[in-house]
């Protein structure tokens, strides 16, 4: 990259003393703190306190608040994290403390004694995501990553927008992002884009669908029909079904029946598969599909994908496609996917900060540990010693050239969505291979 702030985030671990206003490694518990008091109900100060000099004043940084006392003179800088610990699901607790434990080896990669962690408890609703994000901006926080979920989101950045704090947040929902919001996150339009590209450029252009009903189904279903239609492909078909394994059945007996050109019996003997309008319904017969989209994953995913051979369409001509989360090494043993292309990390990437966490905290990250990972060694890098700028100014958040980070590229953009660099994937008998790399840096026309 030809920018000196394209870098890359990850960094080998070093055994630093780093000042922390947490736990230790292994601990996820987060104190509570006392209500934050609002403004209306502060005391009022009849006369200003005098100005501090000498030592006294050596112990309060630039904006007021303590300064640890191994920094000597320098300006900590203070992060806040606002994450679901105490939130209903248990589920949710558990990712809210891998994303912790992930922030907080960042923070050890970093190097930078200047930085100062303060996780904070959502407790996986928008008013804690709301009281979160006023007691981290009351603690000194310059930016908060987080929260996770999107009306967690949605409630914070009012708080951090009224104090011009810029926000790094997790969530997918890209109705979230904008004016000093930014996504870090996985949105599932990046897999699609990718994905569907790649399929076109290998001169694949009929396209079926079967996908859930869902409000992911939905949102990747009208995503694949947008990239598909901007390049000149077409949707032949598409069909939904309820998510239960029953239900699947007549779906895609109804899809397979679009794998070969449908001709109807008065047009069969002057069918022409290359006339112009064949496969759009034109002249009366559709061309079928080369290729459909499975937006599925797990066990529901191993039910579904053998529908299709098993209603006589040719998996060996018919190409599936699929999202990230058919990266996993499961389905390979599926024969009705093996061939099947799908969109996500460079697995080679993701493998060094995997096997990191792992050693650190004696488990496999999930897969959500690595934003947090990347929001906070981003939080670094935006906060290194430059006297020409501000911390955190959005000019730095959203450098054209992008950053490098646990999950190989990205950029954050000012409208607050997110970029990625991605790799195609196809799954094959010996495991999961990238036909397609993911790209080194953002060129122009990426």
């Known amino acids: 990259m030809t920018s000196t702030w394209v870098q890359r985030l990850i960094k080998p671990s070093m055994v630093i003393a780093l000042a922390f206003s947490i736990t230790a490694?292994?601990?996820?518990?987060?104190?509570?703190?006392?209500?934050v008091i609002a403004q209306s109900e502060r005391p009022e100060i009849e006369r200003l306190p005098e100005?501090?000099?000498?030592?006294?004043?050596?112990r309060y940084d630039?904006?007021?608040?303590?300064?640890?006392?191994?920094?000597?003179?320098?300006?900590?800088?203070?992060?806040?994290?606002?994450?679901?610990?105490?939130?209903?699901?248990?589920?949710?607790?558990?990712i809210a403390a891998a994303m912790f434990d992930a922030a907080q080896l960042a923070a050890f990669d970093a190097g930078d004694e200047r930085f100062l962690l303060i996780p904070k408890d959502t407790k996986g609703s928008p008013d804690g995501a709301a009281a979160a994000a006023r007691s981290a901006l009351a603690d000194g926080a310059e930016i908060i990553l987080g929260p996770l979920f999107s009306e967690s989101v949605a409630a914070a950045s009012v708080v951090t927008r009224a104090a011009s704090t810029p926000m790094i947040a997790f969530s997918s929902d890209l109705?979230?992002?904008g004016n000093g919001v930014y996504l870090l996150s996985f949105p599932p339009e990046l897999e699609i884009e990718r994905v569907t590209e790649y399929a076109i450029n290998q001169e694949l252009t009929r396209f079926g669908v079967l996908a859930p009903m869902s409000e992911y189904g939905n949102r990747v279903s009208n995503s694949f029909a947008q990239e598909v239609f901007v390049r000149g492909g077409v949707i032949v078909h598409e069909e939904r079904y309820e998510q239960n394994p029953d239900a699947m059945l007549a779906p895609a007996k109804r899809l397979a029946q679009y794998s070969k050109d449908i001709i109807p019996p008065e047009l069969r003997h002057g069918y022409?598969?290359?006339?112009?309008?064949?496969?759009?319904?034109?002249?009366?017969?559709?061309?079928?599909?080369?290729?459909?989209?499975?937006?599925?994953?797990?066990?529901?995913?191993?039910?579904?994908?053998?529908?299709?051979?098993?209603?006589?369409?040719?998996?060996?001509?018919v190409k599936l496609l699929g999202v990230s989360s058919w990266n996993n090494p499961r389905l390979t043993r599926e024969p009705a996917l093996r061939g099947g292309w799908f969109a996500a990390?460079?697995?080679e990437i993701t493998r060094n900060f995997q096997n990191r966490y792992a050693s650190a905290?004696?488990?496999?990250?999930?897969?959500?540990?690595?934003?947090?990972?990347?929001?906070?060694?981003?939080?670094?890098?935006?906060?290194?010693?430059?006297?020409r700028r501000r911390r955190f100014e959005s000019e730095q958040i959203t450098d054209p050239n992008g950053y490098y980070g646990a999950d190989g590229l990205f950029r954050l953009n000012p409208d607050g969505s997110i970029e990625r660099g991605l790799a195609i994937l196809e799954i094959q008998p010996g495991g999961i291979q990238v036909v397609d790399p993911a790209p080194r840096s953002f060129a122009v026309g990426f």
């Open 175 to 177: 109705t979230a992002g």
């Open 51 to 58: 100005p501090l000099e000498g030592k006294e004043a050596e």
């Open 25 to 35: 490694c292994g601990s996820t518990s987060v104190p509570e703190r006392g209500p």
């Open 345 to 347: 990390p460079d697995p």
């Open 272 to 317: 022409n598969p290359d006339a112009e309008g064949a496969g759009s319904g034109g002249q009366g017969y559709t061309r079928g599909y080369q290729a459909v989209l499975m937006p599925e994953q797990g066990t529901l995913l191993r039910a579904l994908a053998p529908l299709l051979p098993y209603y006589n369409v040719n998996i060996n001509q």
């Open 62 to 94: 630039r904006r007021g608040f303590v300064r640890p006392r191994h920094l000597d003179g320098d300006d900590p800088v203070r992060v806040g994290l606002l994450l679901p610990f105490s939130a209903p699901s248990e589920a949710a607790q558990k």
């Open 361 to 387: 905290f004696g488990a496999p990250p999930p897969r959500l540990a690595s934003l947090a990972y990347d929001a906070t060694l981003l939080s670094t890098r935006l906060a290194a010693p430059d006297r």
